[in-house]
């Protein structure tokens, strides 16, 4: 069930008052939080609640799905970011690159080497963030942990990518608070300080372990109809 109008626009208070209370309590400021709202799945009459509310950062997993529906959306509202959140094939670097303010899920040496050549041919700046596999899942993307600092090292100096955080999404069956922590432990090495990490069920611990962003979609938008075709989990 998609939530209503004023359900998601009710959630997004809540999220905000439970970003602010975790921040609290984590002795960190809200204002280095950024909320990444989670529209994949989601349709155009159920975004623009959102976007009247004023949130203006949005994320999405396909960029076949994005061009439905963000060209029209940013045409209406200005100030719209938004960011790839899924992986991302080299076929579609081009069309990523027009509709994307921010790739999170740079993960290998092809993916750098094709934004990095339809950034320069479109003439238009990115930022990026490096996935890490933290648990090492197969079936997930993401560089390994070992090959995380020489890998972000390589975007920045060979590629010149502006490689602003790291960015993981932990096993699912698993205490999410060690990944977070290497995702972190990382960072530091590879000198970076920025960390898209928690969505709906785990942010709070995302933001004590050091989040800088936050994912999230069913906890604003509600239960997604077909999470496993999409969800990139
Ligand atoms: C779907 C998705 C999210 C949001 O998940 P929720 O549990 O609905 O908050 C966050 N990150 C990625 C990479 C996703 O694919």
Same mark, same amino acid.
């Given at each position: 069930?998609?939530?209503?109008?004023? +359900?998601?626009? =009710?959630?997004?208070? @809540?999220? %905000?008052?439970?970003?602010?209370?975790?921040?609290? &309590?984590?002795?960190?400021? #809200?204002?280095?939080?950024?909320?990444?709202?989670?529209?994949?799945?989601?349709?155009?009459?159920?975004?623009?609640?959102?976007?009247?509310?004023?949130?203006?950062?949005?994320?999405?997993?396909?960029?076949?799905?994005?061009?439905?529906?963000?060209?029209?959306?940013?045409?209406?509202?200005?100030?719209?970011?938004?960011?790839?959140?899924?992986?991302?094939?080299? +076929?579609?670097? =081009?069309?990523?690159? @027009?509709? %994307?303010?921010?790739?999170?899920?740079?993960?290998? &040496?092809?993916?750098?080497? #094709?934004?990095?050549?339809?950034?320069?041919?479109?003439?238009?700046?990115?930022?990026?963030?490096?996935?890490?596999?933290?648990?090492?899942?197969?079936?997930?993307?993401?560089?390994?942990?070992?090959?995380?600092?020489?890998?972000?090292?390589?975007?920045?100096?060979?590629?010149?990518?502006?490689?602003?955080?790291?960015?993981?999404?932990?096993?699912?069956?698993? +205490?999410?608070?060690?990944?977070?922590?290497?995702?972190?432990?990382?960072?530091?090495?590879?000198?970076?300080?920025?960390?898209?990490?928690?969505?709906?069920?785990?942010?709070?611990?995302?933001?004590?372990?050091?989040?800088?962003?936050?994912?999230?979609?069913?906890?604003?938008?509600?239960?997604?109809?077909?999470?496993?075709?999409?969800?990139?989990?």
């Amino acid at each position: 069930m998609h939530n209503t109008t004023d +359900n998601s626009v =009710a959630a997004l208070q @809540q999220v %905000f008052a439970k970003i602010a209370k975790s921040a609290t &309590e984590s002795g960190r400021q #809200v204002a280095d939080i950024t909320l990444v709202a989670v529209s994949k799945t989601f349709d155009t009459p159920a975004i623009v609640p959102v976007l009247k509310a004023g949130q203006r950062i949005f994320g999405e997993n396909r960029v076949q799905e994005a061009k439905t529906k963000w060209p029209a959306l940013r045409h209406d509202f200005s100030d719209i970011e938004l960011h790839l959140i899924g992986p991302l094939q080299s +076929n579609k670097a =081009a069309e990523a690159v @027009q509709l %994307f303010d921010v790739v999170e899920t740079i993960d290998r &040496e092809k993916i750098a080497v #094709v934004m990095a050549q339809e950034t320069r041919k479109q003439g238009k700046h990115l930022r990026f963030y490096v996935q890490v596999n933290t648990g090492l899942e197969p079936q997930k993307a993401g560089i390994a942990p070992q090959d995380t600092v020489t890998f972000v090292r390589r975007c920045q100096t060979y590629h010149h990518l502006d490689i602003e955080g790291l960015m993981c999404i932990p096993p699912v069956e698993e +205490n999410p608070g060690p990944h977070f922590a290497l995702l972190e432990k990382l960072g530091q090495e590879a000198g970076l300080s920025r960390f898209s990490m928690g969505m709906s069920g785990d942010f709070e611990t995302a933001i004590a372990f050091g989040a800088t962003s936050i994912r999230i979609g069913s906890a604003i938008f509600g239960h997604r109809n077909y999470p496993d075709q999409v969800c990139n989990l």
